[in-house]
């Protein structure tokens, strides 16, 4: 009887993890209007997730002051750094490696990233 109830229980936790996600809640980050703007859109033209890479918004530290940037996903394409007011403070990537910030970038993490299951 023990080892029924043994099982019953693990079912019952291996059940129970599987609507988990154990991804971020975009909605405990911050980050500027023009970023989720940037989100709404890839959204809207992207009903399904690429096969290939997708697109993220991290987070940097410039001089002390905290940055965004919406990285496409490909590391050949220009991503420009904004403060919270949505103001282009530079230029980051591209194929020569391009950082027009006039600051050392720190990376702090990444806010926003395409989690959907990839089919």
Do not use: H
């Not at 029924?4 to 975009?26: E, M, P, Q, R, V």
């Not at 033209?45 to 987070?59: D, E, F, Q, W």
């Not at 410039?62 to 050949?76: A, L, S």
């Not at 904004?82 to 530079?90: E, P």
């Amino acid at each position: 009887m023990k080892k029924l109830y043994f099982l019953c229980a693990i079912a019952l936790l291996f059940f129970a993890t599987l609507g988990c996600d154990n991804k971020k809640d975009d909605n405990n980050y911050t980050y500027p209007p023009c970023m989720q703007e940037q989100i709404d859109i890839y959204l809207t033209n992207n009903p399904t997730p690429p096969i290939t890479s997708s697109p993220l918004i991290n987070k940097y530290s410039c001089n002390g002051k905290i940055v965004y940037n919406w990285e496409e996903g490909n590391p050949d394409e220009l991503s420009y750094m904004v403060d919270m007011d949505c103001d282009t403070i530079g230029e980051l990537g591209g194929i020569d490696g391009r950082n027009t910030c006039k600051c050392k970038l720190r990376y702090i993490e990444t806010v926003w990233k395409d989690n959907r299951k990839k089919e």
